[in-house]
Each structure stands twice: as C-alpha cells, then as structure tokens.
C-alpha cells in the first residue's frame, strides 16, 4: 500500500530541503522499499537540487512537445501510449529511488480527454511505489489538479514570525478538501531560538497541529537528524525497531 507525503508552504520556506531531507530518511528507515519524488512545483526547484536540467516533464506529455529516447510503439490506445510515456520521463535517483517532474498543470475543468487520461495514469504510477513523496506549489489545490490522489501526511513548511504563521493557516484552509482523511500539520522551519517559543504559540493559538520545529541552520545533518526525530509524529509507516 503507497504511502504518501505532501510538503506544501509558501516559497523560500524551505520545502525543497526538507522534501530532500525527508527522501533520506525514507533511505534510511526502509532501505529496501520503493520511494517516487514527484516536482509539482512550477521552478522545478526539486529536479534542479538534485543536478538535474529537465525538461521531460508531465506537461511535456500532454503538450505533445517531448521528445522520446526511443520510437513511440504502435498500436497502443491513449491510456496505455500514457502509460508507457511516463515511463520515459521518470529520472532514476538512486537505488530504488525515482523522480517525476510536472511543470504546468491544467484545470481539472479542462475538457481535454489526454488530462483525464493522464490522471488515471498517475495513478497506477503512484501505486507502484511504497512512498510517493510530493514537493508541492503553494498548497494541495495545485497537486489536486495534477492527481487526485489522497495525501496520508501533509506537512505545511512555514517561517517563524506572525505574518507566516498566519499565511500557513490560510494554506491549510485552502488545503485541508484535498486532504480528507490524512493528517495535517505544520513544522516551523529556520526558526531562531529566541523565537522559537512564541511561534510554537502563534500555530497553538491558530489552531494548527505543530508537528515540530527545526532551528536556523546550513548543516544539511542538522536538518535530517531534526527531521528524524519528527518522523515518529506522522501518519505514516514506523520503523520496526
């Protein structure tokens, strides 16, 4: 059964490290199971972290504008020519580990049989995977237009400080229809000690569900070993001790 992880916030709060961070952890904890990073973000920030120029992405599908490593089959209806497409996009990371990129995402009232198809699509990619973890634009609505799949763990990324705390509460309400069923919270990320406590209050008093805190830093460990020890909180499979 997938497991699945959405990191949404608004930019420059640090989603891309984190979604990375939390890829190795996933490593780590479930060396051998599967993991799907899907960049949903419009700059590609994700794909770009990792050293990587695409500009093979699920757009590129629909648009008809990607080029294939190989001749396209003949033969194939439209689901399964949409099968075998994502195939040629998916980016191996590492061991056992893949990357998808999506780029641009039409509205769901789009009348374009080749969405719906797509949709249907990612889907059976997503179920593939033990985990799907997803780097996401400013909250679920953009996700949802690209796969309506449901989201077990959430995870708002916000900055300290009121005017943040307050943007992530309405990232929630905004969010919270795409994401029946699954958790919900917020890790307060980049957060300096002196002002860690009456943030922690700022998300208490908005109601919101703190997961944790990850204090101001540019060691990349720092960031993991914080993550970890957030990761028992999550609606998500534990590692069996």
């Known amino acids: 059964m997938t497991s699945t992880i959405a990191f949404i916030g608004k930019s420059g709060s640090g989603k891309t490290t984190l979604t990375r961070s939390f890829v190795r952890i996933l490593k780590e904890n479930f060396p051998q199971a599967t993991v799907l990073v899907v960049d949903n973000d419009l700059t590609l920030e994700l794909s770009d972290s990792f050293g990587i120029q695409t500009k093979n992405t699920i757009?590129?599908?629909?648009?008809?504008?990607?080029?294939?490593?190989?001749?396209?089959?003949?033969?194939?209806?439209?689901?399964?020519?949409l099968d075998w497409a994502l195939e040629?996009?998916?980016?191996?990371?590492?061991?056992?580990?893949?990357?998808?990129?999506?780029?641009?995402?039409?509205?769901?009232?789009?009348?374009?049989?080749?969405?719906?198809?797509?949709?249907?699509?990612?889907?059976?990619?997503?179920?593939?995977?033990?985990?799907?973890?997803?780097?996401?634009?400013?909250?679920?609505?953009?996700?949802?237009?690209?796969?309506?799949?449901?989201?077990?763990?959430?995870?708002?990324?916000?900055?300290?400080?009121?005017?943040?705390?307050?943007?992530?509460?309405?990232?929630?309400?905004?969010?919270?229809?795409?994401?029946?069923?699954?958790?919900?919270?917020?890790?307060?990320?980049?957060?300096?000690?002196?002002?860690?406590?009456?943030?922690?209050?700022l998300v208490s008093e908005l109601e919101l569900d703190l997961i944790g805190t990850i204090l101001e830093t540019d060691n990349t460990n720092d960031i993991i070993n914080s993550l970890k020890g957030l990761y028992s909180r999550l609606n998500l499979p534990q590692r069996n001790s």
């Open 88 to 201: 040629d996009i998916i980016i191996s990371l590492d061991d056992n580990v893949d990357l998808i990129a999506s780029w641009f995402v039409t509205p769901k009232d789009c009348l374009c049989l080749v969405s719906k198809l797509m949709r249907d699509s990612l889907v059976k990619l997503i179920e593939r995977y033990d985990f799907v973890v997803f780097d996401c634009e400013y909250d679920l609505k953009y996700l949802n237009l690209l796969v309506d799949y449901p989201i077990d763990e959430t995870i708002i990324v916000s900055l300290g400080g009121k005017d943040n705390i307050a943007l992530s509460s309405k990232i929630a309400s905004s969010s919270k229809k795409h994401a029946t069923g699954g958790q919900m919270g917020v890790i307060l990320n980049k957060i300096k000690k002196e002002e860690l406590t009456k943030s922690a209050n």
């Open 59 to 81: 757009y590129g599908i629909k648009s008809g504008k990607h080029e294939y490593k190989t001749g396209i089959p003949e033969g194939m209806s439209k689901q399964e020519y």
